[in-house]
């Protein structure tokens, strides 16, 4: 079974701390992603990675930070968090190659800036 | 504009009925993929199906199927015999092109809300 795992299930955090919010994955897959969902704005892509190291902005990096160090951990940084942070945040991977491509996800971050 | 639209922002559906989710896409890229995924309270995106552009026959997973125009650019989800476990968000997304970075990435839709009365 696919597998993607999260950090936490919820998050609070002060303006202004560096978050890191960590995901995992047990599928081998090459390609990984970071999206944050709001109210009535649907997913939206951050960040993702094809490959160990390398780095992709989707359509809102502005604020963000991503790291892969290591085939199966992607890893989302929030240099100074700011309340317009506060979201669910959303990993998925996927196996390039395959027919579909299709993105597995994680159970989500609920993070809350105060 | 949109790429993926959703215009049902909540639907309602009485439990062993079946139900029509509605979704359609604009792209110009004659390669893509559609994909339908459900998200419960919890908060989790669970994969139910996927569409190739080029795929002859509509696709089908158990309750789930789905109805693909193509030249109407519609790929709606029907979910037979409704179960109260339905009861969730429901989004379409679209994977365009198969070749260079941007294949990999994805656009969802806003959603529909489905509930399942028993």
């Known amino acids: 079974d696919v597998k993607v795992t999260q950090s936490s299930r919820y998050l609070v955090k002060r303006t202004g701390e560096k978050v890191f919010l960590e995901c995992v994955q047990d599928?081998?897959?090459?390609?990984m992603f970071w999206y944050r969902q709001d109210p009535g704005l649907g997913l939206r892509l951050i960040y993702f990675?094809?490959?160990?190291?390398?780095?992709e902005k989707g359509d809102i990096p502005e604020g963000y930070s991503v790291s892969r160090e290591k085939k199966e951990r992607f890893s989302l940084i929030l240099e100074s968090a700011s309340t317009n942070q506060t979201s669910m945040y959303l990993c998925?991977?996927?196996?390039?190659?395959?027919?579909?491509?299709?993105?597995?996800f994680g159970p989500g971050t609920r993070l809350t800036v105060l | 504009a949109q790429k993926i639209t959703q215009t049902q922002p909540g639907m309602f559906v009485q439990e062993k009925e079946a139900v029509t989710l509605d979704c359609t896409y604009d792209?110009?890229?004659?390669?893509?993929?559609l994909f339908w995924y459900k998200q419960p309270s919890s908060g989790e995106m669970i994969f139910l199906i996927y569409q190739g552009s080029y795929d002859q026959q509509n696709a089908t997973e158990g309750r789930y199927s789905l109805n693909f125009q193509k030249a109407r650019k519609s790929a709606n989800l029907v979910i037979s015999a409704s179960q109260l476990g339905d009861s969730a968000m429901y989004f379409c997304a679209m994977r365009e092109g198969r070749t260079g970075v941007g294949s990999y990435q994805l656009t969802f839709g806003k959603g529909t809300k489905l509930s399942v009365i028993p």
């Open positions: 990675s094809y490959d160990v190291k390398m780095k």
């Open positions: 599928m081998d897959h090459e390609n």
């Open positions: 998925a991977s996927s196996l390039y190659g395959t027919r579909t491509d299709t993105q597995y």
């Open positions: 792209t110009s890229d004659p390669s893509y993929g």
